[in-house]
Structure formats: C-alpha cells, structure tokens
C-alpha cells in the first residue's frame, strides 16, 4: 500500500518510521505548507514532497493518507482526503467540535474509504492485559475507576507555535495530552453518562486550560475521576488507569502508563501475577502504536472492514472532553446525548 503525510511536524516522523517497519507499505509523498519541513522525508524515505495537498491527492498510486496537521485543519483535510478517493488515518483527536467530526465520518462513508483515528495506547502491552483482565470478569463489578495525566509541557513548548494552547486550533490539557487516557478509559468502562468538571490555567500563557479534575458517572453506573494537567515541575510525573472492583484492584502506571503497579485481583495464583508483571516490565512499550494503527488499517482494507479504531470511536473521547468544558464553562452537571 503506498501512503502519503500531510503536515510534516513532529508526529509525521513517527508515522513515516511505522511505514518503514511494515512490509508492504510504501511512504511515496509528503504535504506541508512550508517547504523545507518535507526535506527529511524526501531525502530520508524518497517520497515527494507538494506544498499543495489537493495535487498530491490527485496521484492514482495513493491508497492511504495520513492527515498529522493541527487539530483545528483535520476536517477540510480528512474530507477532502475522503473526497479523493483515500483512506484516511487521522492524528487524534478528530476534530475541535462534534460538527466537523461527522461530516468527516460522513464524507468517509459517502466515499467508501475507511477512517481510522490515531489513539495507539489501546496497543500498548500492559494496555492490552488490563482489557482482557476486564473483559475475563474476573474484577467482578466495578465501583470506581480513575484517570490521571499529570505531566509538563512549559513555555517554551507552546511558543513553538502560534496553534499550541489555542481553543480553535488545539485545546489544553484535556483535548491535547490527556485524550489518549480518556480513550482508554472509555474503552475500559464504557460510555459515560453524566459529567462534572472544572478547569482552570494556572502557569502556562495560553487560552486553553493547563489543568482539569472531573467526575463521571458510567452507563454502568460506577463513577469515575478524571484529571489532566501540563503544570507539573519538572517533568512528566505520571499517566495512570486505576480500576477497582469487587474481586480486584488493578493500576497501570509510570509516567506513561506502561506497567502494572497494582495487580491484586482474586484467586490470581502469586505465580500467575508476577509473570504478568514482568513480562510488562521487560517489554513495556512492544511495538511502536503508529504501526499497530496503520497495520490495522492495511488489513482492513484487505479484509474490507471497519479499522479497530475507527471514527465513531474517536467521537467518543472528543465527545467527554467537550463534556467537560462545557461542564466547565457553565459551572453544572451535564448529561452526554444519547444517554437518558
């Protein structure tokens, strides 16, 4: 499958690396605005490199593009993506607003191409045994669940750009860093169906929060904490799942949320749960996630089916993060549509 990029920042390198490691799959153009961003890419894989993206569109040897702009350019690009007839691998989040997500979703439907949202954490290996231990049952039902990004992004991390920190182009800590985790969660528990938050921006100049506490109550009817913040000092401190059941207690943490730091679940055999846990801990990140994501999406081109996460999965998230600002903005409880 051959495979364009459009936007050529810091996370297009990470696709163009997942590229190279899958066989079969060939990066051959590159789009970005500003021209000696597509230099690295021209001369480190051979692909072309168009300053307008609507004329890379028009090769007939493109089969999937990868849109890895700014957040606010995702839904005039991943349509007009769709619009040309390609399969669209789309950088989280999917969009600013709930609008633009469905008529991305739309537009991918309406032009039989597949859409899939960057959200690769669901690949990690400690990711994967915690939603196996949920799905076992094995916790028995769950009371409570808890979802921390506590890292730092300083100054000069939102100076790079005039988008970064901004409400249209990117949002703060909630939309930006923490949608991964809420991702998970989501995945882990399901749907929610009422949301409570606050948010605040203490130490960063920009117009989106740098910090978040929320709580959730799930369709299940357990509760859940969410924070997220970029105030940290002096580094990233730690990205956590915490799930509490009947029958166990499990966290995944570190300061990406790559190992079990509690594993207590009951009639676990000692032996079992200390195998588990250093198994995790000698290969604790397994595959690069972009692989994972744009593996995913070869294959469901191939076998003709949705990708694992697809865009109705990356509306959720988006959805609970709008959740909470609005929760935010109008200082009361809101209910997520479709939930009575």
Request: charged residues 25%; aromatic residues 6%; contains cysteine.
């Amino acid at each position: 499958m051959n495979i364009g990029i459009i936007g050529c920042g810091f996370i297009a390198k990470k696709h163009a690396s997942a590229i190279e490691a899958i066989e079969g799959a060939n990066l051959i153009a590159v789009s970005d605005k500003i021209v000696e961003n597509m230099d690295y890419y021209k001369n480190e894989y051979g692909a072309d490199g168009y300053e307008n993206s609507e004329e890379m569109l028009q090769r007939d040897d493109l089969d999937i593009v990868a849109i890895c702009t700014p957040t606010g350019l995702h839904a005039k690009l991943a349509i007009q993506v769709a619009e040309a007839g390609k399969h669209v691998i789309l950088e989280k989040p999917i969009a600013m607003n709930l609008e633009d997500t469905d008529k991305i979703i739309e537009a991918c439907k309406n032009n039989n191409v597949k859409l899939s949202v960057v959200h690769p954490n669901r690949y990690r290996p400690v990711v994967k045994e915690l939603k196996q231990i949920i799905d076992s049952g094995s916790l028995g039902k769950i009371s409570h669940a808890n979802a921390l990004v506590n890292w730092n992004r300083n100054q000069a991390y939102y100076d790079q750009s005039p988008w970064r920190g901004t409400k249209a182009g990117d949002g703060g800590a909630l939309m930006n860093q923490a949608i991964h985790n809420l991702d998970l969660l989501l995945w882990f528990m399901g749907d929610v169906k009422e949301v409570f938050s606050m948010e605040a921006t203490r130490l960063r100049d920009i117009e989106a929060e740098d910090v978040s506490n929320g709580l959730v109550k799930f369709e299940s009817g357990a509760l859940g904490m969410i924070q997220a913040s970029t105030t940290v000092y002096p580094k990233n401190f730690e990205e956590s799942i915490t799930i509490f059941g009947e029958n166990g207690t499990v966290k995944i943490g570190g300061s990406n949320a790559l190992y079990f730091e509690q594993l207590e679940i009951k009639d676990m055999e000692e032996t079992e749960k200390n195998n588990l846990v250093e198994s995790i801990q000698n290969e604790p990140w397994g595959n690069p996630g972009h692989q994972h994501i744009i593996e995913d999406m070869i294959q469901a081109i191939k076998e003709n089916r949705e990708p694992t996460v697809n865009g109705e999965e990356g509306r959720r998230s988006l959805e609970l993060v709008l959740a909470m600002y609005e929760s935010a903005e109008k200082h009361t409880l809101i209910k997520l549509k479709g939930v009575s």
